[in-house]
């Protein structure tokens, strides 16, 4: 690793140098987006599909896939809404029934996945399906918000508790007063948090190898299972805590099946395969990834660009992710066989 | 000359003519209502307005006396065809198509109708003269929507839009826009985005966002479908800009209503028809048909203007309030017969 040829360094840095220059155009074109402001932003547009990103790249890491995670945010939604506006509790009890709920569904589809031996896509997928379903029994498909009708003739008279809406609307002094939204600093701390398990820790390292091979981490004396486990509880944990986000921002529950969620993160998470020349899924390239889309998107729509457009340029950057990747590191670039 | 008598029967008869009209009996087939059949083929199901359209479908089935049975496509345009085709087998009286795609839907119909079938679509345009077409007039819900705008902010002032086309309801309100914005040369567009990614309101938020920091001069947001409105509310409230802009909407819901009276909120009217109406009103149109009478080729149910200062002033907490304290929106004098039984209020 002392030289590196032009190669290795287009490699490592090319995604990096790209979003850097993409900073500058945008920056020339509209003057508004280099501010402060508009960095805030754009992190907080990425905040709830990076808290996901991370939780896919955790599945990631030990070869699986989480197909569940948008539903898991979009029951999260629901359920908080329920929690508050229709048994009229506080905000504590809907972080941490949500939460519950995230470990649960992550439980089932270890337990799916490890005992039952689905496969990891085929179980998270028949488990998306029943959340979207699940999230709507209650409420006969209606969305939830304070003084709606329910079932039994009652109006609905709770409301989002004020500590709750605080996770999604409040900001805080930082350089400018009311700058920095609590998502943001939530999506900073679980990046961190994420990067450290996952880099710097025996569980980390453990799942990591995993990844690259179930079979000589079991014969090395791994509780593999556990850990399989354990990738689609964080998963789901952090998927209700971008649903917990979500709610806060919306002040609702909000019927939706939150299938762009998990496209969004996942596409999130694979262009962090190309940052820094992984070639493997990583919690830094995941961040990375989540805002080099959410800058890319905020531009497009200062200059007015229509939405499809954006779409298409959305999957030419994963696919020339991809290609750096699995064609150009195709030396190291055995990230999924 | 009248004479005092007969200007007395006259009147008695007249003042008697309601109650009479009640105790009419339904004409065949609705004298025995439990034999009819009929079927609601769907291609839209998610979310509160396909919701409440629903309940509306079902109250006004159950107040005649109908079976109802309801087929769901969840947008599957193939999928709806064989459900047409399945609820023809099945023998039903009648079908509702509720949305869908003309090319897709345009042979099924015609199928139901050689079958004997009567049939009636809600906000898809089938082509056949025989299926009588209702409308919540989109064209009439953006007018209402902009004559709001234009009172208040006056025929000059900078205007942020959310549209995305080739969906047919945004596509005619859009129709109406463009229309108001060449009678207003004063109305300046400086930016127009939007994008239907679900959850709406968070996508379009992240969006409004840009867009209103990239022009902070915006007055007035057009956002003609209420999760657009959602959307571009919680992107003013972040910005700090509710006292500035403010936006004009379409459609209503209980969420909508509690974020349009929220202190200082951005959003200022919207103009909606109630989705249950409209349900409704699809039923008596098709029970009309089905007792040999004529609803008419559209059927347009008119949609009501909804303004903030209304809510707050009325007190209105959800969409029952606003049916019980804005009358226009609980019902819709169209489709009705004198022997039409209304669902109870």
Same mark, same amino acid.
């Given at each position: 690793?002392t030289?590196?040829?032009?190669?290795?360094?287009?490699?490592?840095?090319?995604?990096?140098?790209l979003?850097?220059?993409?900073?500058?155009?945008?920056?020339?074109?509209?003057?508004?987006?280099?501010?402060?402001?508009?960095?805030?932003?754009?992190?907080?547009?990425?905040?709830?599909?990076?808290?996901?990103?991370?939780g896919?790249?955790?599945t990631?890491?030990?070869?699986?896939?989480?197909l569940?995670?948008?539903?898991?945010?979009?029951?999260?939604m629901?359920l908080?809404?329920y929690?508050?506006?229709?048994?009229?509790?506080?905000?504590?009890?809907?972080?941490?029934?949500?939460?519950?709920?995230?470990?649960?569904?992550g439980?089932?589809?270890?337990?799916?996945?490890?005992?039952m031996?689905?496969p990891?896509?085929l179980?998270?997928?028949g488990m998306?399906?029943?959340?979207?379903g699940l999230?709507?029994?209650?409420t006969?498909?209606?969305?939830?918000?304070?003084?709606?009708?329910?079932?039994?003739g009652?109006?609905?008279?709770?409301?989002?508790?004020?500590?709750?809406l605080?996770?999604?609307?409040?900001r805080?002094d930082?350089?400018?007063?009311?700058?920095?939204?609590?998502?943001?600093?939530?999506?900073?701390?679980?990046?961190v948090?994420?990067?450290?398990?996952?880099?710097?820790?025996?569980h980390?390292?453990?799942?990591?190898?995993?990844?690259?091979?179930?079979?000589?981490?079991?014969?090395?004396?791994?509780?593999v299972?556990?850990?399989?486990?354990?990738?689609?509880?964080?998963?789901?944990?952090?998927?209700?805590?971008?649903?917990?986000?979500?709610?806060?921002?919306?002040?609702?529950?909000?019927?939706?099946?939150?299938?762009?969620?998990?496209?969004?993160?996942?596409?999130?998470a694979?262009?962090?395969?190309?940052?820094?020349?992984?070639?493997?899924?990583?919690?830094?390239?995941?961040?990375?990834?989540?805002?080099?889309?959410?800058?890319?998107?905020?531009?497009?729509?200062?200059?007015?660009?229509?939405?499809?457009?954006?779409?298409?340029?959305?999957?030419?950057?994963?696919?020339?992710?991809?290609?750096?990747?699995?064609?150009?590191s195709?030396?190291?670039?055995?990230?999924?066989? | 000359?009248?004479?005092?008598?007969?200007?007395a #029967?006259?009147?008695?008869?007249?003042?008697?003519?309601?109650?009479?009209?009640?105790a009419?009996?339904?004409?065949?087939?609705?004298?025995?209502?439990?034999?009819?059949?009929?079927a609601?083929?769907?291609?839209l199901?998610?979310?509160?307005?396909?919701?409440a359209?629903?309940?509306?479908?079902?109250?006004?089935?159950?107040?005649?006396?109908?079976?109802?049975?309801v087929?769901?496509s969840?947008?599957?345009?193939?999928?709806?065809?064989?459900?047409v085709?399945?609820?023809?087998?099945?023998?039903?009286?009648?079908?509702i198509?509720q949305?869908?795609?003309?090319?897709?839907?345009?042979?099924?119909?015609q199928?139901?109708?050689?079958?004997?079938?009567?049939?009636?679509?809600?906000?898809?345009?089938?082509?056949?003269?025989?299926?009588p077409?209702?409308?919540?007039?989109?064209?009439?819900?953006?007018?209402?929507?902009?004559?709001?705008?234009?009172?208040?902010?006056?025929?000059?002032?900078?205007?942020g839009?959310?549209?995305?086309?080739?969906?047919?309801?945004?596509?005619?309100?859009?129709?109406t826009?463009?229309?108001?914005?060449?009678?207003?040369?004063?109305?300046?567009?400086?930016?127009m985005?939007?994008?239907?990614d679900?959850p709406?309101?968070?996508s379009?938020?992240?969006?409004?966002?840009?867009?209103?920091?990239?022009?902070p001069?915006?007055?007035?947001?057009?956002a003609?479908?209420?999760?657009f409105?959602?959307?571009?509310?919680?992107?003013?409230?972040?910005?700090?800009?509710?006292?500035q802009?403010?936006?004009?909407? #379409?459609d209503?819901?209980?969420?909508?209503?509690?974020?349009?009276?929220?202190?200082?909120?951005?959003?200022? #009217?919207?103009a909606?028809?109630?989705?249950?109406?409209?349900?409704?009103?699809?039923?008596?149109?098709?029970?009309?048909?089905?007792?040999?009478?004529?609803?008419?080729?559209?059927?347009?149910?008119?949609?009501?203007?909804?303004?903030?200062?209304?809510?707050?002033d009325?007190?209105?907490?959800?969409?029952?309030?606003?049916?019980?304290?804005?009358?226009?929106f609980?019902?819709?004098?169209v489709?009705?017969t004198p022997?039409?039984?209304?669902?109870?209020r």
């Amino acid at each position: 690793m002392t030289s590196l040829s032009p190669t290795d360094l287009a490699i490592r840095y090319g995604f990096l140098l790209l979003m850097a220059g993409m900073i500058v155009v945008f920056s020339l074109l509209k003057p508004a987006f280099l501010s402060p402001q508009s960095a805030v932003f754009i992190l907080q547009s990425v905040a709830i599909t990076g808290i996901l990103a991370l939780g896919v790249t955790a599945t990631l890491v030990v070869d699986g896939f989480d197909l569940s995670i948008g539903a898991v945010a979009t029951s999260a939604m629901m359920l908080s809404a329920y929690v508050m506006v229709i048994w009229e509790m506080g905000a504590l009890t809907a972080v941490v029934l949500c939460l519950l709920m995230g470990a649960a569904v992550g439980l089932i589809n270890g337990f799916l996945i490890v005992k039952m031996r689905v496969p990891d896509l085929l179980a998270t997928l028949g488990m998306m399906f029943l959340l979207v379903g699940l999230q709507r029994i209650p409420t006969a498909g209606n969305s939830i918000s304070t003084g709606m009708v329910l079932a039994d003739g009652r109006t609905a008279t709770g409301t989002f508790a004020p500590e709750f809406l605080m996770l999604g609307r409040h900001r805080i002094d930082f350089i400018l007063p009311d700058l920095v939204p609590l998502s943001v600093v939530v999506l900073v701390v679980i990046a961190v948090l994420t990067w450290v398990f996952l880099e710097l820790t025996r569980h980390g390292r453990v799942m990591y190898a995993i990844g690259s091979n179930a079979q000589a981490a079991a014969l090395a004396g791994i509780n593999v299972a556990g850990y399989r486990v354990l990738a689609y509880v964080i998963s789901g944990v952090m998927a209700s805590l971008g649903g917990i986000l979500l709610a806060a921002r919306l002040g609702r529950g909000d019927v939706a099946s939150g299938n762009n969620l998990l496209l969004d993160s996942v596409a999130a998470a694979l262009i962090g395969f190309a940052v820094l020349g992984a070639a493997k899924p990583n919690a830094f390239g995941t961040a990375v990834g989540a805002l080099f889309v959410g800058i890319l998107l905020q531009g497009l729509t200062m200059l007015n660009a229509p939405y499809y457009t954006q779409d298409f340029i959305k999957g030419a950057v994963l696919v020339v992710a991809l290609v750096f990747t699995f064609a150009l590191s195709g030396r190291s670039g055995r990230a999924r066989r | 000359m009248i004479s005092r008598r007969t200007f007395a #029967a006259l009147a008695a008869s007249v003042a008697l003519a309601p109650s009479l009209a009640l105790a009419q009996d339904a004409p065949a087939p609705f004298d025995n209502p439990g034999q009819v059949n009929i079927a609601l083929v769907r291609y839209l199901s998610t979310g509160d307005f396909f919701q409440a359209y629903l309940s509306g479908v079902e109250k006004q089935a159950a107040a005649l006396g109908v079976n109802l049975q309801v087929f769901d496509s969840r947008q599957d345009a193939a999928l709806q065809a064989d459900m047409v085709d399945q609820a023809i087998a099945l023998g039903v009286d009648g079908i509702i198509i509720q949305h869908g795609l003309t090319e897709s839907m345009k042979e099924a119909a015609q199928r139901a109708v050689d079958a004997g079938i009567k049939v009636v679509a809600f906000d898809v345009n089938v082509e056949n003269p025989k299926i009588p077409q209702i409308e919540q007039s989109d064209r009439d819900l953006a007018r209402l929507a902009l004559e709001a705008a234009l009172a208040d902010n006056g025929n000059s002032f900078v205007a942020g839009y959310v549209y995305v086309p080739g969906i047919a309801p945004l596509d005619r309100r859009d129709e109406t826009w463009k229309k108001v914005k060449a009678d207003n040369p004063g109305i300046n567009e400086v930016a127009m985005f939007g994008t239907l990614d679900n959850p709406i309101a968070n996508s379009v938020a992240n969006q409004a966002r840009s867009v209103l920091s990239a022009n902070p001069n915006i007055q007035v947001m057009f956002a003609p479908y209420d999760e657009f409105a959602k959307g571009v509310k919680i992107a003013v409230d972040e910005a700090g800009m509710s006292g500035q802009v403010s936006i004009y909407s #379409a459609d209503i819901s209980t969420a909508d209503i509690q974020l349009m009276r929220e202190p200082g909120s951005a959003w200022k #009217a919207t103009a909606a028809t109630n989705p249950a109406v409209v349900g409704e009103v699809s039923v008596r149109a098709l029970a009309m048909l089905l007792a040999g009478e004529d609803p008419g080729p559209q059927v347009i149910v008119p949609p009501t203007l909804i303004t903030q200062k209304m809510l707050n002033d009325l007190d209105i907490k959800n969409m029952e309030d606003l049916g019980a304290k804005l009358p226009a929106f609980a019902h819709a004098d169209v489709a009705m017969t004198p022997w039409m039984k209304l669902p109870p209020r």
